[in-house]
């Protein structure tokens, strides 16, 4: 058995989790309401307090969905209740993130600026000049908007410029040592 797929998921007050046609999963909170599919193999089943996946078999299959539906299912009920967040942190002369209505401006170096639009569902924030905060309920659009974000300007490893997630440790490369 699945050390995490049979853990239970905890429901808070003011959460509601509903399961239709076979496995399709709607669960609502105080801040969003999700919903995803999962694998009609799996059984979900939603009790008064928490919420329970069980599999048929031990079969390779049914064991890697197991732990994934379980965990899926409780980062949907962690969104809805108390929502996700990445922080980004540009680093570089010149660099800086403003915002313009539900839009982010990004001045990377460039010879223009980088305009990012939110997914739906995605709220970006602005701190300072040089701090960006993606927040939202699904943990996967959060991360993914973050990821893009980044991709505009990765760290480059010699001065170390660019946007990096807060807390990320970026190995240096020695430049070009003068020849004596």
Known sequence: ????GKMPIPLPQGVTVTVADGNHVTVKGPLAELSASFSADLTIIVEATQVLVSRPSDVRQHRALHGL???????????VVDGFSKRLELQGVGYRAEKQGD???????????CIVE??????????GNTNVVVKGADKQAVGQTAA???????VEPY???G???AGEIVRRKAGKSKAG
Do not use: C, D, Q, W
């Open 159 to 161: 001065r170390g410029k």
């Open 1 to 4: 058995m699945s050390r995490i």
């Open 148 to 154: 893009e974000i980044r991709k505009l300007r990765k």
């Open 118 to 127: 939110p997914r739906p569902g995605i709220t970006l924030e602005v701190e």
């Open 103 to 113: 839009n982010l401006l990004l001045r990377l170096g460039f010879s223009h600026p």
């Open 163 to 165: 946007v990096r997630y």
């Open 69 to 79: 539906t379980r965990s899926l299912l409780a980062n949907m009920v962690t969104g």
